[in-house]
């Protein structure tokens, strides 16, 4: 799903343009090239994903010769270079790109269970903020393909972890985490306005998705990304 903005271009992949080979792991250079021709991307900036709060500042370039460029450790990514996109690997945790209407910046973020208690959401707003002025009401959010609640079932230690359990659904003697709603609240708790919820949908239920837990860690990687485009 691709959506076009005067000012971005969102992309949220499936298993159909895996961007990680599901017997491998090894990034797909086709894939990843047909993804940038969607965003009309120079290069695609990912990180190597720890289920980390680290943000890491995509770096301005102007020579990009290659079609991806991996950059550190670290859970989220922000940037200001136009016609060079950034990007999340995900296969169950939630995806989120937020757009500064504002400052013309972006960031992409990987807010599964882990960053998300850690902080993943809280660290990228402050970022934003820190490199480019970014007032949390100017965003545009967009969540991305994750485990659902309808599926994501957790364990009770996790949900021990948790200070407030609105986000914890409860059946049959187990629990199902929300990780779009705990999301959603960490971002309405900052003074976001604008969350969009077009492109959500479960990776374990809907086909056309790559989920680890569904494909038994069997699964490509979803590759979710957005583009600034060249303001005139």
Partial sequence: MTTKNTNYTTFF???KLSILDPCTHELNITHASAINRHLASSTMFLARQVHSATVLVAPQQTHLHSPVIWLGQGDALITNQEKASIGIITADCLPLLLYDSKNHAAAAVHAGWRGAVAGIVDKTLLRLKQAYGTDARDLIVYLGPCANVCCYEVRDDFVEQLDDLSSVDKRDGRFYFDQPRYATKQLRAHGVHTINIDALCCTMCVSGYNS???????????????CLKELL
């Fill in 13 to 15: 992949g499936g298993s």
């Fill in 212 to 226: 680890h837990r569904a494909q038994k860690g069997k699964a490509g990687r979803n590759l979710t990304a957005i």
